[in-house]
């Protein structure tokens, strides 16, 4: 007898305290895609020391937003780090207006097109959003193993801790989300 698939896109996967990968300790990852290939994921809690104006300059685009401009970059995890990705609210009812947009299923956009930072420079876009560099992969089976090694537990997201939480208490937030405190949460592995 087969088990059903689990479909966690559109959840937080938050790293448990005994996470041995120091990338992802104290993470929480949002989960773009989960399908029976792999996951795709972006790190929501680690800014990285680059604000989006150098980022913007980088790619030769002006950011005049102040607001905008100095909000941080984020380390989204460590697949393709080089490589720019803008998680943000739906733009539209319809299509994205973007090139290259995954719409996720019951939740958020993710772009990878140049074209959304260029609508931002001109006052444009969408309003909330967060920028990655790189993102979190796991082959086909690979996430299921480790969060059945508690290496994960898993809670359907919410934007407000993506866009209006503090950075500092968004682990925090998301454990809460399951009625966990995080002083509750033993470092060791095991079951009762």
Request: charged fraction near 20%; include cysteine.
């Amino acid at each position: 007898m087969t088990s059903a698939r689990i479909n966690l896109t559109n959840q937080f996967l938050i790293a448990m305290p005994g996470m041995a990968d120091d990338a992802f300790a104290g993470t929480v990852v949002y989960l773009c895609e989960h399908t029976k290939d792999g996951a795709l994921g972006l790190v929501i809690n680690k800014p990285i020391d680059i604000k989006l104006k150098s980022l913007f300059e980088k790619v030769e685009l002006h950011l005049e937003a102040p607001g905008l401009a100095e909000q941080p970059v984020y380390f989204g995890g460590p697949v393709q780090t080089e490589r720019g990705f803008v998680l943000h609210e739906r733009v539209g009812e319809e299509q994205s207006p973007y090139s290259s947009t995954l719409s996720i299923p019951g939740g958020l956009e993710m772009t990878t097109s140049k074209d959304v930072l260029e609508a931002l420079c001109h006052g444009a876009g969408p309003k909330r959003l967060l920028v990655t560099l790189g993102y979190t992969g796991w082959a086909a089976g690979q996430l299921e193993d480790e969060i059945s090694r508690n290496g994960w537990l898993n809670v359907g997201a919410t934007a407000d801790i993506i866009f209006d939480t503090p950075v500092d208490k968004r682990y925090g937030r998301a454990l809460s989300l399951l009625g966990i405190d995080p002083m509750m949460l033993s470092h060791d592995v095991g079951h009762a």
